[in-house]
């Protein structure tokens, strides 16, 4: 059974720092495309990225990729991703999804592309 499961998420000062994880059981993130999400109130789910599996190629969505970056240990079986600068527009629940294929494709991030979801890491961003 495939499964992926989120931590990391918190409270955090404006201009501070968060990684997540996304532990994945099931496949291993060496061959499996996976993306980072995220969803805010009352807003769609946004495509953050996506790490293809064994080639590690990634897709940002350029208005985030000056501040987010991921890793993967291949020995964990954990994608992480990395936050810095963080706003509070950035408040939100993150998700972690396995990609359909497991190559990312170029351009917009849908959610569309994923089949299978993580519960959500909620992290805020307040003073």
């Known amino acids: 059974q495939l499964t992926l499961v989120e931590s990391g998420g918190g409270l955090v000062q404006p201009g501070g720092s968060l990684r997540l994880s996304c532990t994945v059981s099931?496949?291993?993130?060496?061959?499996?495309?996976i993306g980072w999400f995220r969803q805010a109130p009352g807003k769609a789910r946004e495509g953050i990225l996506c790490?293809?599996?064994?080639?590690?190629?990634?897709t940002y969505t350029d208005s985030l990729k000056d501040r987010f970056a991921v890793s993967r240990d291949n020995v964990k079986n954990t994608v992480y991703l990395q936050m810095n600068s963080l706003k509070p527009e950035d408040t939100a629940t993150y998700y972690c999804?396995?990609?359909?294929?497991?190559?990312?494709?170029?351009?917009?991030?849908?959610?569309?592309?994923?089949?299978?979801w993580g519960q959500g890491t909620q992290v805020t961003v307040s003073s």
């Open positions: 790490i293809s599996g064994n080639n590690g190629m990634t």
């Open positions: 999804a396995r990609r359909r294929s497991d190559y990312c494709a170029s351009g917009y991030l849908s959610p569309y592309d994923y089949n299978y």
């Open positions: 099931g496949v291993s993130v060496d061959v499996a495309a």
